[in-house]
């Protein structure tokens, strides 16, 4: 997202100028398409912005660098793309032979990113993913990436900004090890915990490229509750209320929410630092902006604030489409078998090192 004047770094001067760089972004795009269409109205009189929807997509959150600025696709490539994704799903769903070797080919090798997913034993094969099978499309634009800065990458950050670990880290501010400890449970990545996955819970709330890009949102007077489907969390966006005033930090944030028109504006604040995004959370804010612009597009745009970080807040966009069908339990258990079976393996691997320095090399003392 681009912006050319930030007024003043003060709460009151970035909200203002967040707005006027929101509108002056987001709507130029398909904004006549938008005005047209009147969303229907809840029982209380809201805007209707509730129901089964998803995210899955082809488009990047960051544009492939040999496209340049170029927000969208030609009409060609973005048919070309999905009918490489098509042929993909037709390799990869092709019976699988049960004396195939680990190794053997599945159609994952065809998409560079799901190679990791199936090598091994017990990996998946594409059945169980679900990436998306179309290129987003944004106001009828088929983009090349969701970030909707002029290159379509995340901006530099600040020469003297420090990186925090995210979700996927179990270490925190200044640890040595990005990964974490193996000491115990608490100093393990949140996914292994299975207490958050990527970034679709948000905020920003986004795709994750493998599987499990749905969301159902549901209404009230004074609360909108966003059930994610990665990993079974639900956010809750208190409408027309206050931030905390203290430094708690929930695992979601702090999300306050109220009603511009026909859009729903949610500003979240008090993000942890194992929720940091792109490094960024003390003084992180984001403002999340969702629009009914059709019976079958729900519009999604969200600006990241932080200015110990960047000079400038910055964005993206894209368009939810509906989920055919609903969402069930992601019976993501504590740790599964995993979180045992990693801490046993690190003590272990902790005697085994104490026998070997105890153990006498070359028949020498």
């Known amino acids: ?7 003043s770094y003060s709460m009151h001067g970035r909200r203002l ?57 030609t009409p060609a490539e973005a048919n070309a793309l999905e009918a490489d994704e098509a042929h993909q799903v037709d390799v990869g769903n092709k019976r699988t032979d049960p ?16 190679l990791a997913a199936g090598g091994d034993v017990g990996g998946y094969n594409r059945g169980w993913l679900d990436p998306g099978h179309t290129v987003m499309r944004v106001g009828g634009q088929p983009r090349t990436s969701l970030i909707t800065t002029r290159d379509g990458h ?9 990186m925090a670990a995210g979700y996927y880290s179990g270490g925190g501010e200044g640890s040595r090890d990005p990964l974490g400890s193996y000491d115990n449970p608490e100093n393990r990545p949140l996914s292994e915990r299975c207490i958050m996955f990527g970034g679709n819970v948000g905020p920003p709330m986004l795709p994750n490229g493998f599987y499990n890009n749905d969301y159902n949102i549901v209404q009230t007077p004074d609360t909108v509750a966003i059930q994610v489907e990665m990993v079974h969390d639900t956010r809750i966006v208190h409408l027309n209320a206050r931030h905390r005033a203290d430094d708690v930090r929930p695992w979601f944030g702090d999300s306050i929410g109220h009603w511009e028109g026909d859009t729903l504006v949610v500003e979240t604040t008090n993000i942890p630092q194992k929720q940091a995004f792109q490094g960024a959370w003390k003084d992180l804010t984001i403002t999340e902006r969702f629009t009914r612009v059709a019976k079958d597009r729900l519009r999604y745009a969200f600006t990241i604030d932080s200015p110990s970080s960047w000079d400038k807040p910055w964005g993206g966009e894209y368009e939810f489409s509906p989920l055919r069908g609903v969402i069930y339990e992601y019976a993501c258990n504590e740790g599964n078998y995993a979180l045992p079976g990693i801490l046993a393996g690190a003590r272990n691997a902790e005697k085994e090192h104490a026998s070997a320095a105890k153990t006498p090399t070359g028949g020498k003392d």
Request: charged share 15%; no cysteine.
């Open 17 to 73: 100028a967040l707005a006027a760089g929101a509108a002056l972004v987001f709507a130029p795009l398909g904004a006549h398409a938008a005005d047209a269409y009147k969303a229907p109205r809840t029982a209380s009189g809201q805007p209707d912005i509730g129901g089964y929807w998803s995210n899955a997509t082809l488009t990047p959150m960051v544009r492939d660098s040999k496209l340049g600025d170029r927000l969208a696709y």
């Open 1 to 7: 997202m681009t912006r050319n004047t930030i007024p």
């Open 99 to 114: 004396n195939a070797p680990v190794n053997a080919p599945n159609g994952l090798e065809l998409k560079p990113s799901f």
């Open 154 to 162: 995340i901006p530099k950050r600040k020469t003297a900004a420090t």
